[in-house]
């Protein structure tokens, strides 16, 4: 664990799941509003994008994601007008993580904004005078609050252990996208046993200390 080789997946990880609690908030918790409350086929259609990878094999989802690439028909515009590269490269990497915890934020936050209990106390807040930002602020967002945390965690523990899609788009180069979850999955090819016994240690530790937080959130919903 104190080789120098294995603290970059390890960080790499670390700033991948990061990124991705970051796109969750900005991106994830809106469109599961948006999902929540309309009920048009963009949104439908919005939905079942947003859940692909749960049902669709991570391999495969990468396989197809790789249009995103230079030679791609989506990657070959990025790249001509903005200079972007993004298969191959770290932003590769968070946007696999992203896209992999994306379905563990959407769905149980759509199931908060559409509580009947919720719609009922938006209800009553309108009736009382109150504007939708002012609704929005001081009652929707306290009310699904726990439901966001709760699914905050389910999702960056999800991005920070993907492999399938991170291994088509960021292609497991070394000291560039490895991950750790990629370095176990090398140092086993290669028979180290002993590393990727130490590496597992780390995801092991991660995961007791994200369930201990989603349990401490479970119990302060029930009181």
Known sequence: ?????????????????????????????????????SKTRLSRAALFIATLPLIFPPVALGYLLLLLGINGPVGSVLHNAFGTRIVFSQTAVTFAAFIAGLPLVIRPVKEAFESKTLLDLECAARVCGATPMTTFLRVTLPTVRNAILSAFLLGTARASGEVGITMMLGGNVSDKTNTLSLEIYNAVGRGDFDTATALCAVPAAVALVLYAALELLRRRSDV
Not at 18 to 35: D, E, M, N, Q, W
């Open 1 to 37: 664990m104190t080789d120098t080789d294995l603290l970059f997946p390890i960080t790499l990880t670390l700033q991948a799941a990061f990124s991705s609690l970051v796109l969750f908030a900005v991106i994830g918790v809106p469109l599961a509003l948006y999902t929540a409350r």
